[in-house]
């Protein structure tokens, strides 16, 4: 963001080998061991402020597709709002943070994958691409995992501006399955229910035991076995 507020012709993507300071959502510490992909893109989209939430589905989208480029016989999913899955483990997370300037919106979209290692003494499942991987075969490299995701990204940036629509459905049909069991906390307490899908905004729908359906702009969400 700095390097953009002071010029820097845009887009462009940073793309480091170990973070000393990363971070996830709500300020929470975010594990950058080297092997594994820790990449920001930096952009001025072409659209409101308002509409900034929605890129961290079209980013989701845009990893979900680069991944299955760089490892076909891998199925990961998508958790909303930035989870990145394989089966019920968690392998990597989007993080977006944007600003408006007199000029327009300004975000960077920062991607963390798990290529080669994951973090320790965590508190969830945990998974990384080279896990999937029998025998010698081996994960890309961050480098190789960037191309595939920085194009993938340009193609989705551009059919998101022309609306959100098709990235909702994109999204959807790269998510868990409707009606799988999730948990929300959005800070009064955890609230339990099925997957109903999203809200023509990207808001997560979820169905309750009464037949009341909620909908949630932000919170943590996390698998109910």
């Known amino acids: 963001m700095r390097l953009a507020l ?19 959502r709500a300020g929470r510490a975010w594990a950058s061991d080297a ?10 989209p072409n659209g409101t402020v308002g509409r900034a939430a929605e890129l961290s589905l079209v980013a989701g989208v845009a990893v979900i597709d680069a991944l299955k480029r760089a490892a076909p016989n891998v199925q990961p999913r998508l958790k909303w709002p930035n989870d990145i899955l394989i089966g019920d483990a968690k392998m990597g997370g989007i993080l977006v943070e944007s600003t408006s300037t007199r000029t ?3 975000a960077v979209i920062g991607v963390g994958l798990n290529l080669a290692s994951v973090p320790q003494g965590l508190d969830r499942l945990v998974t990384s691409l080279s896990a ?3 025998g010698i075969q081996s994960a890309p490299s961050p480098l190789e995992m960037l191309a595939f995701l920085a194009e993938a990204m340009h193609d989705w940036q551009l059919r998101w501006e022309q609306g959100f629509a098709p990235v909702r459905a994109a999204w959807l049909e790269r998510a868990g399955r409707l009606g799988e069991r999730l948990s929300v906390n ?40």
């Open 35 to 44: 092997g594994n992909l820790h990449a920001s893109l930096v952009m001025a």
């Open 6 to 24: 002071n010029g820097a012709a845009l887009p462009f993507w940073v793309i480091a080998d170990r973070q000393t300071a990363g971070k996830g």
């Open 186 to 225: 959005s800070g009064a307490g955890p609230v339990e229910g099925e997957f109903a899908g999203l809200d023509d905004g990207g808001a997560l729908l979820l169905r309750l035991a009464s037949g009341e359906t909620r909908r949630f702009t932000f919170g943590d969400v996390s698998l109910v076995p």
């Open 132 to 134: 999937q991987y029998p």
């Open 104 to 106: 327009g919106l300004i």
